[in-house]
């Protein structure tokens, strides 16, 4: 079955390194998107593709980047994690009907 | 800027009960309208997608309406069981933003035998 996948589950880093969240789609859907959510925010959009070679920000993106150099990843970077970063992450894409499907999400942990 | 708002935050039923969760947005210029669950440590799964031509969809004990001139959705649960505990979110896609989800809060139900 065609799926959506994260990786990792579950990161802890430090203030200021680098992290790479990685996301991986075998369905060949072409807009694929990064939230984040948090408590009393809900689910904000970070950035996202509607193919390769394109990318958009979305309402929260300062601080975070995106690449989409073939059709089944967008790895997002986080490029100084900074502690208002912690949150779960969720990588989705959207089907021809315009059905989103998610990921499993992304635990990230920065002290 | 699409809003989207869901009523009840929270909802605590006996297991039988028939409830309705409901969600309003402000654009109606949508897409569609999608219902989540979300459980606890867990991803989103779709529940249910209404395409902005349609006014319901049905699936198993789960009923959702759209009505996109006043803005309004919800999601109707028959006969209520333990296992539909989890938080129930919804989100419309499009308007002036194709591609892009704005999500309600969510509703956090619980269910108790």
């Known amino acids: 079955d065609a799926e959506i996948t994260q990786s990792p589950r579950h990161k802890i880093t430090e203030t200021g390194r680098q992290v790479t969240l990685a996301c991986h789609q075998t369905?060949?859907?072409?807009?694929m998107f990064w939230y984040r959510q948090d408590l009393g925010h809900g689910l904000r959009l970070i950035h996202y593709s509607y193919g390769v070679q394109d990318t958009n920000k979305g309402e929260v993106s300062d601080g975070y980047s995106v690449s989409r150099s073939n059709t089944e990843d967008l790895p997002l970077t986080l490029e100084s994690a900074a502690s208002s970063q912690t949150s779960v992450y969720f990588c989705?894409?959207?089907?021809?009907?315009?059905?989103?499907?998610f990921g499993e999400g992304s635990r990230l942990t920065v002290l | 800027k699409q809003e989207v708002t869901q009523i009840p935050a929270a909802l605590s039923v006996p297991e039988g009960e028939n409830l309705v969760l409901n969600c309003s947005f402000t654009?109606?210029?949508?897409?569609?309208l999608q219902w989540f669950r979300q459980d606890p440590g867990k991803g989103l799964t779709s529940l249910l997608l209404?395409?902005?031509?349609?006014r319901e969809q049905t699936s198993g004990r789960l009923n959702a309406s759209l009505d996109k001139s006043s803005g309004r959705s919800t999601l109707y649960i028959a006969a209520s069981q333990p296992g539909d505990s989890a938080t129930y979110l919804c989100?419309?896609?499009?308007?002036?933003?194709?591609?892009?989800?704005?999500f309600g809060q969510g509703t956090i139900l619980t269910v108790h035998p």
């Open positions: 369905w060949n859907h072409n807009n």
């Open positions: 654009d109606s210029a949508i897409y569609n």
């Open positions: 989705a894409t959207l089907g021809g009907t315009g059905e989103l499907f």
């Open positions: 209404i395409q902005s031509s349609q």
């Open positions: 989100a419309v896609l499009g308007g002036t933003s194709y591609g892009k989800l704005t």
